[in-house]
């Protein structure tokens, strides 16, 4: 089989929603069926029709509403029940009408399943598997077979694991797909049962390795799939091990969503096939999209994507430590194990206490600022190590960073400084509890003092700060807070206790976060809050500036 003939098959629709905590309304799965198929996957299996109305639903309308360029969509279910005629079958008869080209179903590989599952003999199961895929065939689909267990199966009895998969081929079906439900295999058991199963099954010959059962048998022309989930945390390797040896249908879902620890992750099953294996599955521009794809997915099923996940995480090429930053700025690549465009993601720079002196040259730059020698920069830098020491984090708080660095130039003015605040907290009979904080600020050579009520003590400094500078600085309406949050540094000390304050701040158009701490919680989120005015009073005025050069110049 040429190398561009691997079959992507997304179960993300299916198998993905078997994950705790995932769930789609029938708009969002096709949304996502529109996705995979501009990103170029081969199937979609979009969810098991005799299960839910959404099911049903997601079918009838992907008939009629989704126009896909280049994926087939499967509708997923079992073999027929044991002693019924699949043409009797109500689930089956439900597969068929949801009118797919492509019909997904699983079948019973292993011994102790049909045993003590179906709880019926050997030979039905066969019948069952046979008779089901032979009469989905006569209806004119193609049929994808899922042989469920396959590996612990062949493990336990490899006679009849493998005579279950020859049922499914005598009965028609175009890929026979091995599985790892229970996520239990390593590798290089994934590997030797690949091999046993292409040698004793299809009779392909490995390299003059003779057939463990003696006899050779007839070449069997169907395609053979991998589908594994990551209980043993090994689910892309197991993954890319099987299409080693010869696999070339690639089952798998998008984040590795699905039934409990999930499903080999086509977010690493993909490029890992197409970068380092050689195998072209998409175009360059559809891989680019990778990132973008693994966002949305997450987005869609509410949540928050996984910021380490390889290749799409927003960390993934993310660098702290100073000498891999050191070395990245002279070589892209001697900390990257691929240019993080191929698959839409890019590398980023973290400042932290972890930091050497590039990490702070490539944010200085990043930000745009120049007018800073190497030894400011170093100063930052130190003044950086013994903040985080105090408690602070610069990792998440980058406005903050920028002030360091801003602050360090010599011609710096800052937009206010603060010369004092009081904030109190109050229960008064018949009102309750209420806050009021003074904040006295000087803005050139004026002092603008100013008192404020809130409904908690920094929220009545925000209040008094911003009457104090707004009719200054009148685009401070602009500047909303975000998120604010606590986070105690050291419980042990108790109520002594250093803590953390984050804030996540906008102006509708951008978003940034600034950072502060101190044993006092009031003091802390007085740095975070001024910061944050700070940063967006200077970043907003030259923002103003630049398009009122555009302007003129235009
Ligand atoms: C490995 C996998 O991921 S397979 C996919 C698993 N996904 C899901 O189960 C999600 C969707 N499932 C559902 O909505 C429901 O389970 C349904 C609608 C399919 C079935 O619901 P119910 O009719 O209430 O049956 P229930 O789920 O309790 O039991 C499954 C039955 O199917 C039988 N069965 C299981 N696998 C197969 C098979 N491959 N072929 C035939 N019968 C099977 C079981 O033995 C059991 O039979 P029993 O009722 O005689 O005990
Ligand atoms: C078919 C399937 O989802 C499994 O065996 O895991």
Not at 47 to 73: C, T, V, Y
Not at 348 to 374: H, M, P, Q, T, Y
């Amino acid at each position: 089989m040429n190398k561009r003939q691997i079959q992507i098959f997304d179960t993300t629709l299916r198998d993905g929603t078997q994950g705790e905590g995932v769930s789609f309304s029938c708009d969002d799965k096709l949304r996502i069926a529109r996705r995979l198929d501009e990103f170029g996957v081969d199937y979609i299996e979009g969810g098991w029709p005799g299960s839910n109305p959404k099911d049903m639903e997601f079918f009838d309308r992907a008939q009629r509403e989704l126009k896909l360029r280049h994926a087939r969509i499967a509708a997923f279910g079992s073999t027929c029940r044991a002693g019924l005629d699949p043409a009797d079958d109500p689930q089956i008869q439900l597969l068929i009408s949801a009118n797919t080209p492509v019909v997904t179903i699983f079948g019973k590989s292993w011994d102790l399943h049909v045993r003590e599952v179906l709880r019926t003999s050997m030979e039905e199961n066969l019948r069952m598997i046979r008779e089901s895929v032979r009469y989905i065939k006569s209806q004119g689909r193609e049929v994808i077979y899922d042989a469920e267990h396959f590996f612990d199966g062949y493990k336990a009895n490899p006679e009849y694991a493998l005579a279950t998969l020859q049922a499914a081929i005598l009965g028609g079906a175009d890929v026979v797909v091995l599985c790892d439900t229970n996520g239990g295999c390593l590798p290089w058991e994934i590997g030797q049962i690949v091999d046993a199963v292409r040698r004793d099954l299809l009779g392909h010959s490995l390299d003059g390795d003779e057939p463990s059962n003696g006899h050779q048998p007839p070449a069997a022309d169907v395609v053979l799939g991998i589908h594994a989930h990551n209980d043993s945390e090994t689910a892309v390797a197991n993954t890319l091990e099987a299409v080693r040896r010869g696999c070339t249908h690639v089952q798998g879902t998008v984040n590795g969503y699905g039934e409990r620890c999930g499903n080999a992750n086509l977010m690493s099953v993909i490029p890992n096939l197409q970068l380092k294996m050689g195998y072209e599955l998409v175009s360059p521009e559809q891989l680019a999209q990778l990132t973008e794809l693994s966002r949305f997915v997450s987005e869609l099923a509410n949540l928050s994507p996984d910021t380490h996940q390889p290749f799409v995480g927003a960390s993934a090429f993310a660098h702290k430590g100073g000498t891999h930053v050191n070395a990245v700025v002279k070589h892209a690549m001697s900390y990257q194990h691929i240019d993080p465009a191929l698959v839409g993601n890019e590398t980023r720079v973290l400042v932290s206490e972890l930091s050497g002196k590039d990490n702070i040259a490539v944010k200085r730059r990043e930000f745009g600022l120049d007018g800073l020698s190497r030894e400011e920069e170093r100063q930052v830098l130190r003044q950086i190590k013994e903040l985080e020491n105090a408690g602070f984090a610069f990792e998440s708080a980058e406005a903050s960073v920028e002030l360091l660095l801003r602050r360090t130039r010599t011609d710096y003015t800052p937009p206010f400084e603060l010369i004092d605040y009081t904030a109190t907290v109050e229960h008064r009979a018949g009102r309750g509890m209420f806050s009021e904080a003074t904040v006295k600020v000087r803005v050139g050579d004026k002092i603008f003092h100013e008192v404020a009520e809130g409904n908690g003590p920094v929220n009545a400094m925000n209040r008094a700060l911003r009457k104090a500078i707004q009719q200054l600085y009148p685009r401070l309406q602009h500047h909303h807070l975000k998120d604010y949050k606590v986070r105690i540094l050291d419980s042990e000390s108790g109520t002594a206790a250093k803590v953390r304050v984050l804030i996540d701040s906008t102006d509708g158009e951008r978003s940034w976060s600034t950072v502060g701490a101190s044993t006092n919680i009031i003091e802390a989120s007085w740095i975070a809050l001024a910061d944050s005015v700070e940063y967006f009073l200077l970043t907003d005025a030259e923002r103003q500036a630049r398009q009122q050069e555009g302007a003129v110049t235009a």
